[in-house]
């Protein structure tokens, strides 16, 4: 079976990315980056594909239930709000494309249920993300107070992960109210070495902005990873670029249209040698 894989088609221009988002407020993150770091530009510029592999971020989305988690999800991916409440079962998946300095990045978001009943099903999702997303309702101090140790546990499982204490429903709260809520929230995220941000799925309010931020940070820091470990070679193959090194098992797994790639390791080969064989595939080498 020839592999086709998904060509990392065009992204609709408010998905493209050629400026590095600020954070949302300056006392509130501990990631004080301005700009994408020099070398991940030139790394971009210069179409180096030798160094820039098949992007995906994988971001957890985490917090009490009904905070208003997949109303941010769903302002973002589809620009809709749904006043009506559906609670979340087990977790929700969704995926954005999009262009970074002209480098193709998958954003995966799983969204997970706030629910105590799901919680088991939620955690083994956090394996393997790259950022995690607390999420409060800013009109619920209790929900703010619930985010220690959401944050605890989702870390436990994700990888180093860059952290944000997101604040929802911005929109019901006045101006004076919501300055005496941000004070608290701003503690909490310096408590929790995570960048703050109050949003509002119902106006749109710092949604986009937020969910840019979140692909700067995590583009910036795992092209520079990869720059610096003097270990990757990637091929250019066709339109994907394909990050390939080590040794010969490669697996495929396909996720909807979404073609992932896990490996035990790499070899430098053209994703056309490889050959399937149940559902491993071995590389002719
Ligand atoms: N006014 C206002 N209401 C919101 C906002 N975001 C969410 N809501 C409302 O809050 C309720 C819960 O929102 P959801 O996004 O479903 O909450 P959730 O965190 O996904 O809940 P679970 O899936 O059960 O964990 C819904 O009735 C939404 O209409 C917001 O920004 N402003
Ligand atoms: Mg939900």
């Not at 509130?28 to 030798?50: I, L, M």
């Not at 608290?184 to 749109?204: D, M, P, Q």
Request: aromatic share 10%; proline share 3%.
């Amino acid at each position: 079976m020839s592999v086709t894989r998904t060509v990392i088609g065009a992204v609709p221009s408010d998905r493209v990315i050629t400026k590095f988002s600020q954070a949302f407020h300056p006392d509130a993150t501990p990631y004080q980056k301005v700009n994408f770091h020099p070398k991940v530009k030139a790394a971009c510029s210069e179409n180096r594909t030798g160094r820039v592999g098949l992007k995906i971020t994988k971001a957890v989305l985490v917090g009490d239930v009904s905070v208003g988690k997949t109303c941010m999800v769903n302002r973002f991916c589809h620009d809709v709000f749904d006043r009506e409440y559906k609670a979340t079962i087990g977790v929700d998946f969704e995926v954005e494309k999009f262009s970074v300095l002209s480098i193709p990045v998958t954003l995966q978001v799983w969204d997970t249920a706030g629910q105590e009943r799901f919680k088991c099903i939620a955690a083994s999702y956090y394996r393997g993300a790259q950022v995690v997303i607390v999420a409060f309702d800013l009109t619920d101090e209790p929900s703010l107070h619930n985010t220690t140790k959401w944050m605890e546990d989702a870390c436990a499982n994700a990888d180093e992960p860059i952290k944000f204490l997101v604040g929802t429903k911005k929109d019901l709260l006045s101006p004076a109210s919501y300055a005496e809520v941000e004070k608290l929230a701003v503690k909490y995220a310096n408590r929790l070495e995570a960048e703050f941000w109050a949003t509002s799925s119902k106006t749109g309010e710092n949604v986009q902005e937020f969910f840019f931020r979140v692909m700067c940070l995590n583009f910036d820091c795992a092209l520079l990873r990869e720059l610096e470990s003097e270990k990757g070679t990637s091929k250019q193959i066709g339109n994907d670029l394909i990050r390939v090194q080590g040794s010969t098992q490669l697996k495929l797994q396909m996720l909807g249209a979404q073609m992932e790639f896990q490996s035990s390791g790499w070899s430098t080969l053209e994703a056309s040698d490889w050959t399937r064989s149940g559902q491993d595939w071995k590389g002719s080498t």
